[in-house]
């Protein structure tokens, strides 16, 4: 049983398009984080929320922790086919471990 | 900020043959190291971590085992591979406030 549910699982959008992804969780997590992967790659940190509410910006990408601690969202304006990949939220599950959702797949179209 | 190395990039195996991934880090000292399995295209799956030299904790029973024979290299072994030891395996490195920092992966495929 995964303890962080990812969706959608598939998400097709045309360039200059908004996308939000979504993860959601009934446990509490210190803290979160979104990783993007490319495929044959190994996962890269894209950022690290703490705080309950905290939102937090990179260019284009806006991440939302949720007040509660149990869920997030990644929000993408104005896609770009760069954009495109794996996207995997993960919560810290104890001193050493983190939890990963299943991902979300983000396919941008020229 | 820390490097992670894995090799081989990528490896095929006939079923029953032993196995040897090898996993290094740059740029920190004493830190946390994973062990993942990635199916195509989903989450990683925790195989073994280690919060130091000698220290191994597994969370999945299985075909594997892990080492740590030095401070920052980690090496995941198998005795004899199963069809189903196939897969995209990850090394990742801790850092501050949960994060971990993942080397570029070996794709392994057992035949």
């Known amino acids: 049983t995964q303890l962080l549910e990812q969706s959608p699982q598939f998400l097709s959008i045309q360039e200059g398009e908004n996308l939000t992804v979504y993860c959601n969780s009934s446990?509490?997590?210190?803290?979160l984080q979104w990783y993007r992967q490319e495929p044959g790659e190994g996962p890269v940190l894209l950022v690290t929320?703490?705080?309950?509410?905290e939102v937090k910006k990179l260019k284009r990408l806006t991440f939302q922790f949720g007040d509660a601690r149990k869920d997030s969202s990644l929000h993408i304006t104005a896609a770009q086919p760069g954009d495109t990949g794996l996207y995997l939220c993960?919560?810290?599950?104890?001193?050493?471990?983190?939890?990963f959702g299943a991902g979300t797949t983000v396919t941008v179209r020229a | 900020s820390q490097t992670i190395h894995q090799w081989p990039a990528t490896l095929v195996q006939p079923v029953g043959s032993p196995l040897s991934l090898e996993c290094t880090v740059e740029?920190?000292?004493?830190?946390?190291l994973y062990w993942y399995r990635q199916a195509a295209g989903r989450g990683l799956q925790l195989l073994f971590y280690?919060?130091?030299?000698?220290?191994i904790s597994s969370e999945v029973p299985q075909n594997l085992s892990a080492s740590r024979p030095q401070d920052r290299q980690f090496i995941l072994s198998s005795k004899k591979l199963l069809l189903s030891d196939s897969g995209f395996y990850l090394c990742?490195?801790?850092?501050?406030?949960?994060?971990?920092?993942f080397g570029p992966g070996t794709r392994l495929t057992v035949l």
């Open positions: 993960a919560g810290g599950v104890s001193d050493y471990k983190l939890s």
């Open positions: 446990s509490v997590f210190s803290s």
């Open positions: 929320v703490v705080t309950g509410g």
């Open positions: 740029g920190t000292s004493n830190p946390n």
């Open positions: 280690s919060v130091g030299i000698g220290q």
């Open positions: 990742a490195s801790a850092g501050g406030a949960d994060t971990q920092y």
